[in-house]
């Protein structure tokens, strides 16, 4: 659309007849641009008006309805004390069956932890007492090994002289043979009675002989040649070993076929 200039508008004002008056174009502008102005801006207003008029919550009633629902969930929060009271009596007595519990698997392992503790000081007064003998024995072992070495000394010495009585038929030497036989006699029961004697108090005599030699049982004093199927074990048993109940109290001297 293309607005008249000035000079057309007045040449026009001046050629229409009278009663008629033109506006001048900025006039005619200014009202095209509140028209416009009125036109664009007016759905706006009315869009607010609606709002405002047509009972949707503005920013402050929006904030108010906010705070009422806060109150209302606090409202619900809080229970009825007689509810109150009921859970808390409720935990209270669970805290106690808890608590009942607790006490009496202390006092069950109080009472293992004191029977453990006299099992425990019983072992240790018996072991005492197995063992306390353990340096007095080894000392009389000496007096054993006397005892035994003599009995077979004699014993070979009564053999010997009872052979050549035989080969000799020499009956005046039969008078010291018994005499000797007594002795022999004599010397094996006190051999016999102090080995029981250590028996009795779990001192024991073991014999290796055959056995599959152990440094901790046994003491190697030689090695000899012996057959295949006896290499590494023991072929010669020079003095036999002690033990006190589940200890060494001395190892048995031997000598070991060669490997």
Known sequence: MRFPTAAEAAAAAAAAPSGYRFLSSSSS???????????????DAAGETATEGSGVPTGDRKDRDLQEEINSEEDDEIEDPEQVDIRLRAQLAAAREVAKGLEESNA???????????????????????????????????????LTHARQQLQQQLEKQ??????????????????????????????NLFHKTLERFGVEQ????????????????FEMDGPSDKKGKVAQVVQRGYRIKDRILRAAKVGVVKP
């Open 108 to 146: 069950e392992l109080k009472d293992k932890l004191l029977r453990c503790l006299a099992e425990q000081e019983n072992a240790r007064v018996a072991s005492a007492r197995d063992y306390a003998i353990s340096g007095f024995a080894k000392a009389l072992l000496d007096v054993g090994d006397s």
């Open 162 to 191: 009872q052979q050549q009585q035989q080969q000799q038929q020499q009956q005046p030497q039969q008078q010291g043979l018994d005499q000797l036989k007594q002795f022999v006699d004599g010397i094996s029961l006190t051999d």
């Open 206 to 221: 073991y014999d290796p002989m055959g056995e599959k030699f152990d440094p901790a049982l046994h003491e190697a004093l």
């Open 29 to 43: 502008s200014t009202s095209a641009a509140m028209n416009s102005s009125s036109s664009s801006s007016s759905p």
